[in-house]
């Protein structure tokens, strides 16, 4: 075999361990969770310290402030999707798969019968694991022509589409998963 051939199988080679080792470490990071902090009165929700909750129902790994907590603004529907693109490119909390809910994820946290306070004071209705201070709703990804779908969580929830840009109700909640 000549020396340009060996070359090139030796680059082939060195290419196909390191996505073997790269492929190896995603899956060793997901399969090896950190061991809860916290978890929520009726053990649906566990906080593993590094700014993300799990919901063992949807399998769903929440932050556990939202974006008002974190940078203490508005945001439209536009800077959202910008942000969680910045949390990827961050690894925020060792992931690179963070992005808005959907309508059906967003609802889900929801629950009439859990009290949480959010930025204003006001009641909310999620559970009392995620910090308090938070806005009374998210963007979600669902949207058509320059409106997006919010979900709330005050008063008796429900989602209203907001504008892209001038919303007022500009929270978000990023969100990955759902996990196994």
């Given at each position: 075999m000549r020396f340009g051939?060996?070359?090139?199988?030796?680059?082939?080679?060195?290419?196909?361990a390191a996505f073997a080792v790269g492929l190896a470490s995603m899956v060793w990071a997901e399969a090896v969770k950190p061991e809860p902090v916290g978890i929520s009165s009726d053990r649906r929700f566990e906080d593993f310290g590094d700014g993300t909750i799990r919901d063992r129902e949807t399998g769903l790994i929440w932050t556990s402030k939202d974006y008002w907590q974190m940078e203490n603004k508005w945001l439209n529907w536009y800077t959202a999707n910008e942000y969680v693109q910045r949390m990827n490119n961050k690894k925020f909390a060792g992931y690179t798969n963070w992005r808005l809910p959907t309508v059906e994820e967003a609802a889900s946290l929801y629950n009439r019968r859990k009290r949480n306070i959010d930025k204003d004071g006001d009641k909310i209705f999620i559970?009392?694991?995620?910090?308090?201070?938070?806005?009374?709703?998210?963007?979600?990804?669902?949207?058509?022509?320059?409106k997006a779908l919010v979900v709330s969580y005050k008063d008796e929830g429900g989602e209203t589409y907001q504008d892209k840009i001038s919303g007022t109700d500009a929270f978000l909640r990023p969100v990955r998963g759902p996990s196994s």
């Open positions: 051939s060996r070359l090139i199988l030796w680059a082939v080679w060195m290419v196909a559970d009392p694991i995620f910090s308090k201070g938070a806005g009374w709703s998210t963007w979600t990804s669902e949207g058509k022509q320059n």
